[in-house]
């Protein structure tokens, strides 16, 4: 699919399956990638992808994944950085967008999935619901690379760039309200452990 069509906007695309699109995410990381899961469902559906020790597993926080994931990013500017956050939490955060495009982190990807709700807290409609375009937020910032993904095959492909291309990147996803995959253990200590023995951070 051309990047022609990707400029089109979030009612061109498709409607997908967030516990799906992680785990196809999931298995093209090779190469020790740091992948940042977002509140709620973005990081419950990670954590049900398989637990790898780049993992780290936000619990609360609503907001901070992609400034989480900017700081990863600019410590270790050789390993590629994703995060992973909804709509609801990117709309509490919009200034990061700016920050990234400012320190133009090469290494970073942001993954927006969208299915314009607060899901976790009662499904309540979030802005997206009522025709905020995050990618046309997301390149009003600065941010160059940003995508609407329109189907599967068209989400891999932004993957795999981002997995070789520079950033920064931010591909949005509109997904479906179903439920994720598993529920990640709550043991903060534990998350922020191995999250750091993962980045080589700690012995």
């Known amino acids: 699919m051309s990047d022609v069509k990707a400029q089109s906007g979030r009612n061109e695309a498709s409607v997908m399956n967030r516990s799906v699109m992680t785990q196809l995410l999931v ?49 270790q500017p050789q390993r590629k950085v994703f995060a992973l956050d909804g709509d609801g939490s990117i709309l509490m955060q919009l200034g990061a967008l700016g920050t990234v495009a400012a320190e133009v982190s090469k290494n970073l990807a942001i993954i927006i999935w969208d299915n314009g709700l607060y899901q976790i807290t009662g499904s309540q409609k979030t802005l997206t619901s009522a025709g905020a375009d995050l990618v046309a937020i997301a390149k009003g910032a600065g941010i160059a690379q940003s995508y609407w993904a329109f189907d599967q095959a068209h989400f891999e492909s932004l993957i795999e760039r981002a997995l070789v291309e520079d950033g920064p990147w931010f591909i949005a996803v509109r997904i479906d309200a179903e439920k994720p995959a598993g529920v990640t253990e709550r043991d903060p200590v534990k998350i922020r452990l191995n999250f750091m023995q993962g980045l080589g951070a700690k012995p």
């Open 27 to 75: 298995d093209k990381l090779k190469s020790g990638e740091a992948v940042i899961g977002g509140i709620g469902n973005s990081n419950f559906d990670l954590w049900a992808s398989g637990q790898r020790p780049q993992n780290f597993y936000m619990l609360g926080s609503m907001g901070l994944a992609t400034p989480i994931a900017l700081g990863v990013a600019l410590a």
